[in-house]
T-cell receptor, first 112, second 116 residues
């Protein structure tokens, strides 16, 4: 069974901390994505990657960076967490842009 | 830029009623892909259907059906004879092929509440 695994289901951090959200997929997919989900706003794309070491900005990249050193792993980094980054973060992967996304179960991040 | 609009924020029905979810999209691409995803209370998004812009054939799959109309840029989704397990948030999404390549754009979602 295909799997996208996010390292934490719940995370609580303090303002100013550096935060790493990890995502691993076992399907050998080329594309990986980070979205954040907020009530009334749906899912908004933060960054995506279509190959190792490649990254593209999504719609709301400010305050975030990403790393993709290996094909199966895509990390989202909050350099200095702020309260407005409290959200549900969803990682996804797909074989290409025509195909469906496979989602992880999400990380609920609270920044205090 | 591409955009997906789901005007209905919440729909409440009684079990066995039909539910239609509206989705209107905007894109400059001539080739694009439309999707519906379901997010149950557990949180993990589940893929329901994909359509490409050249395939306007509507489909019925069990209790689900889809109505894709390019002329009105709409991709509506209907649940027939709803059940409590259909309670979830449903997202419509669009993936373009040129300047929006790779960016799956989601709507805000529609919360469906089915009561016994």
């Amino acid at each position: 069974d295909v799997k996208v695994t996010q390292s934490s289901r719940y995370l609580v951090k303090r303002t100013g901390e550096k935060v790493f959200l990890e995502c691993v997929q076992d399907m050998d997919h080329e594309n990986m994505f980070w979205y954040r989900q907020d009530p009334g706003l749906g899912l908004r794309l933060i960054y995506f990657s279509y190959d190792v070491k490649m990254k593209e900005k999504g719609d709301i990249p400010e305050g975030y960076s990403v790393s993709r050193e290996k094909k199966e792993r895509f990390s989202l980094i909050l350099e200095s967490a702020s309260t407005n980054q409290t959200s549900m973060y969803l990682c996804a992967s797909s074989p290409n842009h025509e195909e469906k996304l496979f989602f992880g179960s999400g990380t609920q991040l609270s920044v205090l | 830029a591409q955009k997906v609009t789901q005007a209905q924020t919440e729909i409440s029905v009684v079990e066995k009623e039909d539910v239609t979810l509206d989705c209107v999209y905007e894109t400059r691409d001539t080739t694009y892909y439309l999707f519906w995803y379901k997010q149950p209370p557990s949180g993990e998004l589940v893929f329901l259907i994909r359509r490409n812009s050249f395939d306007e054939q509507n489909e019925i799959s069990g209790r689900y059906s889809w109505n894709f109309q390019k002329s009105t840029s709409s991709f509506n989704f209907t649940i027939t004879a709803s059940q409590v397990v259909d309670s979830a948030v449903y997202f419509c999404a669009l993936s373009g092929s040129t300047d929006s390549w790779g960016k799956l754009q989601f709507g805000a979602g529609t919360q469906v509440v089915v009561t016994p």
